[in-house]
């Protein structure tokens, strides 16, 4: 791979859309129409009003149509199910227009669990440190997917919102998004990789030799694979041959043998009325179907349909799985797979408290092709409020943490591998290292000190409660250890099995000074997670929230009881979305950025 040529092309690209950012998007060839899929209404309104102030700021190209789908009430239908649904509003809200336009289809419903920070204002809204008014993820997938609507006929471009890639486009590339059917990316990955996502197997008569020199390819994918073995990619040939995966290994340490794994695809819109009709004759879907393993999958004249009777990636196996999958198989059976083989390309995932630590702090690699910056739009202030230019005042490991939209005290340590988004971290307070704060005030005084462990996930939420037939404002800091599993479910009987800050639960039920490790959870619960414990204490204000968490954490490692009992308030994660108040933490990152740009101008 050449990083330098893949690190040019992406820098053009970013710099393009910062051009058209507030501005109208004339003769520019971008979107008609950028869709973003939500999970429920809730998180609907929380994304349209974040684009909503993405476009009074002057964030986002102007001329696009932004637009919200939140999936139907009822069962779960998965990002396949999202997919159908969007394709359904769309036609009904347009009619014959949607022929005629080119659309992204970002699909962002969920908690994300894996990674909280992300959970109350949405994936597609993380922070990523680039640019002024600094840039989230909705802006670097737009400008990364820059060069696509002038290679695309009318059809959706499908993709997900936490993954990003990289890749090196020529001018003279001879590529498009024009056939009927299905197009889709495909990067050269390591087999270990490939056992994580699809896998593309091409057509034999039309393979790579491993003498190529073009970074950008297209090819027929004869059939497409998910998740698969090793032992299953070797027998259906997807590994690629020697010369070519000597060739993809130049200058790494890696010796894996290759094949060409997944990212996003393209359908046009002829296949996606065949998709349309399909859901119409099938609604409501009581069924979670998946965008990649079941458009994909029936593709391709060597296609099988082994897997519909396959549950593995699904929360839960409905009656209606299988049939329903074995009637899209046999809807889509036949239809093409073209594949742009992206040579030299990366592909990176950031949806895991791990991954979004390693990317933005170590991941060289990756820091290099963004061209990301270890301080953006953060003021670091001296005991006088004046703003200093050297992050090496904060810390001596300054190259491994990442400050955004944050403002630290010069006095304050940041741990090395540690990320500070969205936050006002004060004198005197210490951050371990691999630690995310977000949204977080974080202070010290004579009587309190404020140390935040290593391996600690800090994010404050602003919440609406009724008291007393009154609304009034909450906060609850959200504080774990990055190696916690939130997404482990266990029967209620098992609870204690679950882990919190390396104990078990039951440990931590006594030293919260609850009589039973039942308490933690709500009464009618059927499973138990960290996700649906309550731990995390209400406060009255944001400082007042972190310092409690801080210290409900020291307890725990000293193994003493934290004071409070039943007079305190605990909540969960799963209570905190339903009751975050999306304005309050938007309200509360204006006025850090008022803090931010007042220093800053000093």
């Known amino acids: 791979m050449d990083a330098n040529k893949v690190a040019g092309a992406t820098k053009e690209r970013l710099q393009r859309l910062e ?43 102007l001329g696009v149509k932004y637009l919200v789908f939140a999936d139907p009430s009822g069962a779960k239908i998965g990002c396949g199910g999202s997919t159908l649904e969007v394709l359904y509003q769309l036609r009904k809200q347009y009619g014959k227009e949607l022929d005629n336009w080119k659309v992204l289809l970002i699909h962002a419903g969920g908690y994300s669990q894996r ?43 499908l993709c997900s919102s936490d993954t990003v890639e990289t890749f090196e ?39 790579v030799d491993g003498v190529t020199n073009n970074s950008v390819e297209m090819r027929e994918c004869v059939q497409f694979i998910h998740k698969p073995t090793v032992e299953e990619m070797r027998a259906k040939g997807a590994i690629l041959p020697q010369e070519a995966s ?17 990212s996003a695809f393209y359908f046009d819109h002829q296949t996606g009325n065949k998709l349309l009709d399909f859901y119409k004759k099938n609604k409501p879907l009581n069924c979670e179907l998946e965008a990649y393993g079941d458009f994909l999958r029936p593709l391709g004249p060597n296609a099988t349909d082994e897997y519909v009777n396959i549950a593995a990636n699904v929360c839960e196996a409905t ?15 036949g239809l093409p797979l073209h594949v742009v083989l992206l040579n030299n390309s990366r592909f990176h995932h950031l949806g895991t408290t791990a991954e979004y630590l390693d990317h933005l702090c170590c991941n060289t690699a990756f820091q ?87 391996y600690s996930f800090m994010h404050t939420v602003t919440v609406t409660l009724v008291e007393r ?35 078990s639960l039951d440990d931590v039920a006594k030293c919260l000074q609850k009589p039973t490790l039942q308490q933690l959870f709500p009464s009618n619960a059927q499973s138990c997670s960290i996700w649906n414990a309550k731990l995390f204490p209400l406060s009255d204000d944001m400082a007042s929230s972190a310092s409690v968490a801080i210290e409900m954490v020291r307890a725990l490692h000293a193994g003493k009881e934290f004071p409070g009992g039943d007079d305190i308030t605990r909540v969960s994660m799963a209570d905190v979305m339903k009751v975050r108040d999306t304005a309050g933490m938007l309200q509360f990152r204006d006025g850090l950025l008022e803090k931010i740009s007042t220093a800053l101008n000093k």
């Open 368 to 454: 290099s092709e963004l061209g990301l910056s270890p301080k953006v739009l953060t003021a670091i202030l001296d005991k006088e409020n004046k703003a200093l230019d050297k992050l090496s005042k904060l810390s001596q490991d300054c190259d491994e943490v990442c400050l955004m939209h944050s403002v630290v005290s010069s006095d304050a340590t940041i741990g090395r591998r540690s990320v500070v988004e969205y936050s006002d971290v004060g004198p005197n307070v210490n951050v371990g290292a691999s630690c995310i704060i977000s949204n977080c005030v974080l202070e010290a005084n004579t009587i309190v000190s404020c140390v935040v462990p290593d």
């Open 169 to 207: 486009c020529p001018p003279h590339a001879n590529w498009s998004f024009s056939q009927d059917g299905f197009t889709a990316l495909a990067h050269p990955s390591p087999v270990s990789i490939g056992t994580g996502h699809g896998v593309f197997i091409l057509d034999q008569s039309d393979k």
């Open 319 to 333: 009656a209606e799985l299988a049939p329903t999958k074995t009637k899209l198989f046999e809807l889509l059976k």
């Open 246 to 262: 000597k060739l993809f290994l130049q200058n790494t340490n890696n010796t894996e043998p290759i094949v060409y794994t997944d």
């Open 115 to 157: 990674l909280p920070s992300a959970s109350v204002l949405g994936k597609v809204f993380m922070a990523t440190p680039i640019g002024s008014p600094m840039w989230q993820m909705l802006e670097l997938k737009l400008a990364l997917y820059m060069d696509f609507p002038q290679r695309m006929k009318p059809g959706v471009f």
């Open 19 to 61: 051009q058209l950012r507030g501005k109208p998007i004339g003769s520019v060839p971008f979107w008609d129409v950028v869709v973003i899929t939500a999970l429920d209404s809730q998180q609907k309104q929380v994304y349209e009003l974040q684009i909503t102030k993405k476009l009074q700021g002057g964030e986002l190209p």
């Open 469 to 503: 037939e009154m609304k009034v404002l909450r906060y609850v800091t959200i504080i774990f250890d990055i190696r916690d599993d939130m997404k482990k479910t266990v029967a209620p009987k098992d609870a204690g099995k679950l882990r919190y800050y390396g104990m």
